[in-house]
């Protein structure tokens, strides 16, 4: 059966986050939701020393107990971490199904309205593997192969890119998406990553608009 989910980017900036369970796991949720600037709520009646931490600094909020029905209720999207409970994990399921809340029950795929992908990163630049929920350990796979690639290094570019995309725009000049791509060569990346920013810049915008028009 062929992949059935639809990659997308939420964007969770102070919206309401669920996190059932307190343990690293769900540790790891968590910072991943805050680094997405969630507003975070840790349901569990234990939690790990640096979930603590967390809640004690005020950077989420905690209900010291386990879940209950309607504890989901309200929020964004919401996250099964301890899956140790088969009754929680349904239980939380029914309500987030009734409730089209997006839930993630941990390494319960047939539970899960959502999948989380494995994530590389460098800079501005998101990359999400996912196998569909076919093997973790391959997407895991995917994401130590490329953060340790040097096709990461385009990465570097996405201030430059940014900087000029918006001044294309403020002088309402087109550029084709094909043009834009063979514009982004290995001499601009390195000129860019040798410090030249300035000339980088230059040369990025006499390649996509033409020497006299980069030159006003």
């Not at 209950?68 to 239980?91: C, E, K, M, P």
């Not at 593997?129 to 076919?134: D, K, L, T, V």
């Not at 192969?145 to 201030?159: G, N, R, T, V, Y």
């Not at 940014?162 to 000049?173: F, G, K, P, T």
């Amino acid at each position: 059966m062929p992949n059935k989910y639809y990659p997308v980017y939420l964007d969770l900036e102070n919206r309401q986050c669920v996190v059932i369970g307190g343990n690293d796991e769900a540790l790891r949720k968590v910072r991943g939701l805050l680094d997405s600037l969630a507003l975070v709520t840790v349901i569990a009646p234990e939690i790990s020393p640096e979930l603590r931490e967390m809640f004690e600094s005020g950077a989420i909020n905690w209900k010291d107990r386990g879940y209950r029905a309607g504890d989901i209720q309200g929020s964004f999207l919401a996250i099964v971490a301890d899956t140790s409970d088969t009754q929680i994990n349904l239980q939380a399921t029914t309500e987030a199904t009734e409730s089209n809340i997006p839930l993630n029950v941990m390494d319960v795929t047939h539970m899960c309205s959502f999948i989380a992908p494995a994530i590389a990163r460098r800079g501005d630049v998101t990359l999400a593997i996912s196998s569909g929920g076919a093997s973790p350990a391959l997407t895991r796979k995917f994401r130590e192969i490329l953060s340790e690639s040097e096709i990461m290094e385009w990465a570097d570019l996405a201030p430059l890119l940014s900087e000029v995309r918006r001044e294309l725009r403020a002088s309402e000049i087109a550029v084709t998406p094909d043009h834009w791509q063979a514009c982004l060569t290995d001499e601009l990346l390195r000129t860019f990553q040798l410090g030249d920013h300035a000339k980088a810049h230059q040369s990025l915008l006499a390649a996509l608009i033409g020497d006299q028009k980069a030159s006003k």
